[in-house]
């Protein structure tokens, strides 16, 4: 069974920083395509960096500079670093990824993310 965790949201001031993370079980994590999503409140579910097995990354224009995205294979989870956060930012984060060949996808449960101005 695959399950993603979120963790680390939380309450921030306007240019300030967080780290969520996100551990995966049940897969082969090295072997997935992970990404950070997130959805504010009557958005579409936007997505904002995908990291790739190789290490290789890909980020939104709604974040390229303030955000990066990282995984430790050792530990089975991904990481987005946030900074320079701003109120726009707040959303529920999630983490996803897709099996090989893209037959199923699973996410996980979100996180709050709430920057205050």
């Known amino acids: 069974q695959v399950q993603l965790v979120e963790s680390g949201g939380g309450l921030v001031q306007a240019g300030g920083s967080l780290r969520l993370s996100c551990v995966a079980s049940?897969?082969?994590?090295?072997?997935?395509?992970m990404a950070w999503y997130r959805q504010a409140p009557g958005n579409q579910r936007e997505r904002l960096a995908v990291?790739?097995?190789?290490?290789?990354?890909d980020y939104a224009d709604s974040v390229k500079g303030r955000f990066t995205i990282s995984r430790d294979n050792a530990k089975n989870t991904v990481y987005l670093q946030m900074n320079s956060l701003k109120p726009e930012d707040t959303a529920v984060y999630y983490c996803?990824?897709?099996?090989?060949?893209?037959?199923?996808?699973?996410w996980g449960q979100g996180t709050q993310v709430t920057v205050s101005s």
């Open positions: 990291i790739y097995t190789g290490g290789s990354t």
């Open positions: 996803k990824t897709v099996s090989p060949g893209g037959l199923y996808e699973y």
């Open positions: 049940g897969i082969i994590f090295s072997r997935y395509v």
